[in-house]
């Protein structure tokens, strides 16, 4: 994108991968291919009146989408409202096994549903108060306390969608999302296609340093190549075709060639594979259970993010094969460091596309961590990206980590 007038130059800051909000997904250039625009007017439309922009008043460009989401029709009117979105909008880009629960948002956010172009003089800013529950370990996904009632929410005409799990095959698909980007009408926008099965995914994030809590890492995310799905889609409800039931949110997309920062990519075999112009979204399923029928929401059934920490050495997510030495290859080491507060830990590694961490098949015998059996433990000598799964226990319990909540962490050998 170039950059020649003051305004260019402006908007061009305003829209930098580094200050954008909304990394997973790259803001829409000008002559981007856009979805069409949704009418508050067309009786079409009355099922996406939930949905809305997640936006900060404070700082630049942080704008997902949103949607009012209850575990029933009829929520109890004294019950705050919740939305739902994408980990990445709603607590940021987390860590690759963090969950941030029930922790206060911060002034300056709000959520504007029914967010429409042709009923402007409608929007009304409900403030964002509390994250109630937001990821990036496995899944993408974040819930969050509005400054309002159910009650409140319903009588400004606004009703919540409910959740439900996708059965079988996977069905085609339609989203109402508000892409951002060098463009005027910001605002719902609709987009349907068909979708592949969940294929496992990695990607890390566009940074001068590299961080080491990354590569995130989505075993099941959902392949489709829905056009216009830009930064600002993020977090938008993902539909079976023509349904009123939320099956997924939106996550990320590859939208240029390569793989690793700010670039998705599937693992097949093993290997890295860039699909380009795929975008991809995590399933709703895991949050059926939380959101409760009077319209509050219950963690308590979902990973908390206290399983074993791991701790990445060196710079970065990825290694080479280690050098040749009389004629033959030595590997180089995983380099990771556990968490001294933990007592034992158990793990197992392979291809990431292979290796269910959920699973206890293939886990090793329980070793001491003060011996630290991760720092020196010799990569695999054939390149491909690999998936570390582990779980611990702490001194004294006699609780392992649930398989289902086992840490992971990926390492590309070059």
Partial sequence: ????????????????????????????????VLAPLLSAHDVTSERFFAVGQLKSTIGIGWSCTATLVAGSDTPDPQKPALILTAGHCAAGTTGDNEVVMDRPRGEGWFFTPSYFHDNKDQHVRIPIVRILYSTMKSTDVGVLQLGETWGEVLAKGFKPMRLR?????????????????????????????????PVALFETLRAIEPRKDMPWFWPRATPNPCIGLYGGSSGSPIFARGEWAIIGVHSTGLRE????????????????VGKLGTSYFASTERLLEAFKADGSFDAS?????????????GNGDSVPIGPE??????????????????ESIRYKIGPADETPCEQPKGYGEAESVLKQPLMDLATPMVPGVYALCAVGKRPGSTQWQPWSQATVKLLRVE
């Fill in 1 to 32: 994108m170039k950059c020649l007038s003051a305004l260019g130059l402006f908007l061009c800051a305003l829209h930098a991968p580094s200050s954008w909000s909304d990394p997973l997904n790259a803001p829409a250039p000008k002559d981007a």
């Fill in 165 to 197: 799990a996708i059965d079988g095959a996977i069905p085609d698909i339609d989203i109402a999302h508000i892409p951002i980007g060098l463009f005027r009408d910001h605002y719902l926008r609709y987009s349907e296609c068909s979708s592949r099965q």
């Fill in 257 to 272: 060639e390569g793989c690793g920062s700010g670039k998705p990519c599937e693992i097949e075999g093993g290997q890295p």
């Fill in 301 to 313: 059934s979902l990973d908390p993010g206290t399983g074993i920490v791991i701790h990445r050495q």
């Fill in 325 to 342: 030495v009389a004629g033959e290859r030595r590997p180089v080491r995983w380099g990771m460091l556990i968490d001294e507060a933990f």
